[in-house]
């Protein structure tokens, strides 16, 4: 897919309370997910790698996961 649409109250509403790094991470894994248009991998490490997330700095240790459970459809 190479076009979606971008509701901003949408993104704002699902968004606001998260970081700005994790509303980057949001971003990009989104992205992802409608550039492969397949569900996201359950591998938090992974995913953030691929997003150029650090899954590792103590401030942005979550930035990969963003809640992937609630906003994503990932695999087994």
């Given at each position: 897919?190479?076009?979606?649409?971008?509701?901003?109250?949408d993104?704002?509403?699902?968004?606001?309370?998260?970081?700005?790094?994790?509303c980057m991470?949001?971003?990009?894994?989104?992205?992802?997910?409608?550039?492969?248009?397949?569900?996201?991998?359950?591998?938090?490490r992974?995913?953030?790698?691929?997003?150029?997330?650090?899954?590792?700095?103590?401030?942005?240790?979550?930035?990969?996961?963003?809640?992937?459970?609630?906003?994503?459809?990932?695999?087994?």
């Amino acid at each position: 897919m190479h076009y979606y649409q971008h509701h901003i109250g949408d993104f704002l509403s699902a968004t606001s309370r998260l970081k700005d790094s994790q509303c980057m991470a949001y971003l990009r894994l989104m992205w992802m997910y409608y550039d492969t248009e397949m569900p996201l991998e359950n591998n938090p490490r992974k995913l953030a790698f691929q997003i150029g997330a650090d899954a590792d700095a103590d401030a942005d240790a979550d930035a990969g996961d963003v809640d992937r459970e609630n906003q994503f459809t990932c695999s087994r």
